[in-house]
Nanobody, 125 residues
């Protein structure tokens, strides 16, 4: 059974940092595109960052460029999203997801294979 379990969300002031974690089971993080979507209140789910070691691909949205970085720990089958210089507009539920990395580019979340339950990030001004 495939599972994605996120942790690390919370409340932070604007300009601060948070690190989200996503631990996968049932597959190896190198075998699929794995990354993050987010959904702010009243908005569509947005693909913000994905890596695919199998395809040698990395994609991140312009909205997080220069502020967010993904990394992975194969021994723990875990990926991380380091979020720096957070802004109030980053407030959202952040979902770890796995599937075809190209889906992130068009935020085609309906076609994503696997989802975590999400973790809330709130950035206060």
């Amino acid at each position: 059974e495939v599972q994605l379990v996120e942790s690390g969300g919370g409340l932070v002031q604007a300009g601060g940092s948070l690190r989200l974690s996503c631990t996968a089971s049932g597959f190896t993080v190198d075998d699929l595109g794995i990354g993050w979507f987010r959904q702010a209140p009243g908005k569509e789910r947005e693909g913000i960052y994905v890596i695919s070691k199998r395809d040698g691909a990395t994609y991140y949205a312009d909205s997080v460029k220069g502020r967010f970085t993904m990394s992975s720990d194969n021994a723990k089958n875990t990926v991380y999203l380091q979020m720096n210089s957070l802004k109030p507009e980053d407030t959202a539920v952040y979902y770890c997801a796995a599937g075809n990395w190209r889906r992130w580019i068009s935020s085609d979340y309906h076609a994503i294979d696997y989802w975590g339950k999400g973790t809330l990030v709130t950035v206060s001004s």
